[in-house]
């Protein structure tokens, strides 16, 4: 029996795209069977930063209004053969699918995949409600910044009131440096705040915008966000994982190390 | 069947519901009479005729018809048939010389296609601006694209598979011609310039060409 993830933030542009993507392919790499619903209807993401937009015909909304069944509409990973994708609609709304028909859905899907990653749109509405419906456990994605941190705290609220039961922080973007001068919170302020476990903590690293823009995502690479990703998939299947030290690549030889690298 | 003929009617025509069993001869007799009957009803109405629940032969057919214009001033226009096979006919020859018409036909849109925005088109469709990606064009026949391509296009959408779609410059998502599909390369190709290439369908696979001399003659609209 699969668990349903949804991974929300309610401010838009913290990385809840880019999170999903990661974490969704880390728990491929961990030989999960995975899953990963784009339900931000009307805006879609997640194919683009999957680099599987040319491969879709059908989508969400034909799969809830019965225009194709869902094995039509799932599409297989160029990299990983046991993660799939099921693309939103670009040319509807978020009204073209209802709260309970996203419940079933996810209880169909739960049957063949270990785990269901629902991409959430930003925001409280319409999207929100379809996106957590049939949700077993959240992921709440922020930034180290007040506004972002406010709209987590609102949207924790909101699970809490749908009767999520497990609920976990993702801090993501943080720069070290700006912490240690004190022009940013660290992720245990970001925490203290909310109140809730944390389940991972990703640096903001350029390496990000590059593999989102060839749509391949760098989770397990080097790269100090890869390897934040891959440690969420793992504390995701239950595995205790220590911190990574974000400052690692901060040192003098390291630094020089990827200069030379570089030439 | 008590009653073996039965006349139903609208403000268009009327159906003429006849018993299958009862001999033609006999048939004629009650047909004769029920229209005589309600020749006044008729007048000099103008109506197409359809016949239903008995096998006609055309022979029969022409007698009824007769019959009818014996006993009423009805004026008979056409007789429509009811028979799947002859429509099945008609349909294809309809759509055939249809689908020609939507590949030889066309329309205009100025301006571009953005995310999310669909164009559909029951002719051949020219669109002068660029089409962005997440936008998508249906044709039933044609689609040329006076800008760069960048989005999802399916022509021949009823099945022609004679469509084609053309463009200044050729980078789609996803091309589809008829009931085939084609996708962009995961890899993106570094585009040495632009040039007007045309997509065509030929034995099941999409080729993109540029579009010179050959290619065009190659074209049957």
Same mark, same amino acid.
């Given at each position: 029996? %699969? ?47 999957? %680099? ?26 160029? /990299? ?8 939103? =609609?670009?040319? /509807? ?28 749109? =930003? ?10 419906? %049939? ?13 972002? @941190? ?24 943080? /720069?070290?440096?700006? @912490? ?44 100090? =966000? ?11 299947? %239950? ?25 | !069947? $008590? ?43 103008? !109506?197409?005729?359809?016949?239903? *629940? ?39 020859? &309809?759509?055939?010389?249809? !689908?020609? #018409? ?16 669909? &164009? ?30 960048? *989005?999802?296009?399916?022509? *021949? ?12 410059? !050729? ?29 065509? &369908?030929?034995? *099941? $696979?999409?080729?993109?060409?540029? #579009? ?10």
């Amino acid at each position: 029996m %699969g668990e349903v993830i949804v991974v929300t933030s309610g401010k838009g542009g913290v990385g809840k795209t880019t999170s999903t993507a990661n974490i969704g392919t880390g728990l491929a790499k961990l030989d999960k069977k995975v899953v990963l619903i784009d339900t931000d209807i009307g805006l879609r993401n997640l194919d683009v930063v999957m %680099g599987l937009e040319n491969r879709i015909v059908y989508n969400l909304v034909d799969v809830i209004e019965g225009n194709c069944r869902i094995k039509q509409a799932l599409i297989k990973d160029k /990299r990983y053969p046991n993660l799939y994708l099921l693309p939103s =609609a670009q040319t /509807r709304d978020k009204t073209s699918v209802t709260p309970e028909q996203m419940k079933k859905l996810a209880d169909e899907l739960r049957e063949e995949f270990d785990y269901i990653l629902m991409d959430c749109p =930003a925001g409280i509405e319409q999207g929100f409600k379809n996106a957590i419906a %049939g949700a077993d456990r959240a992921l709440v994605v922020s930034t180290p910044e007040v506004s972002a @941190v406010r709209d987590a705290d609102r949207i924790i609220g909101l699970l809490e009131a749908s009767e999520i039961k497990q609920t976990h922080l993702i801090v993501n973007r943080l /720069r070290s440096d700006m @912490v240690k001068r004190g022009d940013m919170m660290s992720s245990d302020d970001v925490v203290e705040i909310l109140a809730v476990d944390l389940i991972g903590v990703v640096p903001d690293d350029e390496n990000i915008v590059i593999s989102t823009n060839q749509g391949e995502p760098l989770v397990g690479s080097d790269t100090l =966000a890869g390897q934040a990703y891959m440690n969420i998939s793992r504390r995701i299947i %239950g595995e205790e994982v220590p911190y990574l030290d974000l400052n690692g690549k901060q040192g003098l030889f390291s630094k020089l190390a990827s200069l030379l690298k570089k030439n | !069947m $008590n009653n073996p003929v039965i006349i139903k009617g609208n403000k268009y025509g009327i159906v003429v519901v006849l018993d299958d069993l009862m001999k033609f001869d006999e048939l004629k007799e009650k047909i004769a009479e029920k229209f005589r009957d309600s020749s006044k009803f008729f007048s000099k109405a103008q !109506m197409a005729v359809s016949f239903e *629940g008995r096998k006609l032969s055309n022979e029969e057919q022409r007698e009824i018809l007769d019959i009818i214009a014996e006993e009423t001033e009805l004026h008979v226009v056409c007789v429509i048939e009811d028979d799947p096979q002859k429509e099945a006919v008609f349909k294809k020859a &309809l759509d055939e010389k249809l !689908m020609e #018409l939507s590949n030889a036909t066309g329309q205009f849109y100025k301006g571009n296609l953005r995310s999310g925005q669909v &164009l559909e088109s029951e002719t051949s469709i020219i669109v002068i601006g660029d089409v962005n990606p997440g936008a998508r064009i249906v044709s039933k026949g044609n689609i040329i694209v006076l800008g760069s391509l960048k *989005g999802t296009v399916f022509a *021949g959408a009823t099945g022609n598979t004679n469509s084609f779609v053309v463009s200044l410059d !050729m980078n789609p998502v996803q091309i589809r011609i008829a009931d085939t599909i084609a996708r962009s390369p995961d890899k993106p190709i570094k585009e040495e310039k632009k040039e007007t290439k045309i997509a065509f &369908l030929e034995d *099941g $696979n999409i080729y993109i060409e540029t #579009l010179n001399k050959e290619v065009l003659n190659d074209i049957n609209l």
